[in-house]
Nanobody, 123 residues
């Protein structure tokens, strides 16, 4: 079983930046594709970004391309999401997710989830 613990959420003004972290345990980190999803009030959960277990290749939702950067540190079992130029529309609970040997696609079988961290962007 994989355990995921997110941190780094908070309140920021539009145009500001936040960095999220997610520490994984329970499986060798270099076997896990790691992803970030978010869910805003009254909306469905949506894919934000992912980094594959192999090669570390990354993918992003169109809504965050050019503003968000995902990265991973296999030595620290940690995945990061650097969020720049934040907009009120980015307000959501952000979830870290993991898939063993995952494809990194938004439709991947992410069956391990963190508890979520709130990000609020004020206008």
């Amino acid at each position: 079983q994989v355990q995921l613990v997110e941190s780094g959420g908070g309140l920021v003004q539009a145009g500001g930046s936040l960095s999220l972290s997610c520490v994984a345990s329970g499986r060798p980190f270099n076997t896990l594709t790691m992803a970030w999803f978010r869910q805003a009030p009254g909306k469905e959960r949506e894919f934000v970004s992912a980094t594959r277990w192999t090669s570390g290749s990354t993918g992003y939702a169109d809504s965050v391309k050019g503003r968000f950067t995902i990265s991973r540190d296999n030595a620290k079992n940690t995945v990061y999401l650097q969020m720049n130029n934040l907009k009120p529309g980015d307000t959501a609970v952000y979830y870290c997710a993991a898939e063993l040997w995952g494809t990194g696609l938004p439709t991947g079988q992410y069956n391990h989830w963190g508890q979520g961290t709130q990000v609020t962007v004020s206008s």
